[in-house]
């Protein structure tokens, strides 16, 4: 059965809290919503605070 725009059934609610996240990074801490597949994205940007965090742990690893 189709919706009337602008009207959403109460499992939609519940899923999209749960895509509501803050970023990983420890200086940023942005709220985002997560777009990903299966759900599991850490930072709110790949290219700003996801490629930093994974500098960070390369570096720490080649120590």
Do not use: E, N, V
Not at 8 to 19: F, K
Not at 33 to 52: E, K, L, N
């Amino acid at each position: 059965m189709d919706q009337p725009a602008g009207q959403t059934r109460p499992g939609d609610l519940r899923r999209g809290a749960a895509r509501l996240k803050s970023c990983a990074a420890h200086p940023c801490r942005w709220a985002y919503y997560d777009h990903s597949p299966a759900g599991r994205s850490r930072w709110c940007t790949m290219s700003i605070c996801g490629s930093r965090a994974k500098m960070r742990a390369f570096r720490a690893a080649r120590k």
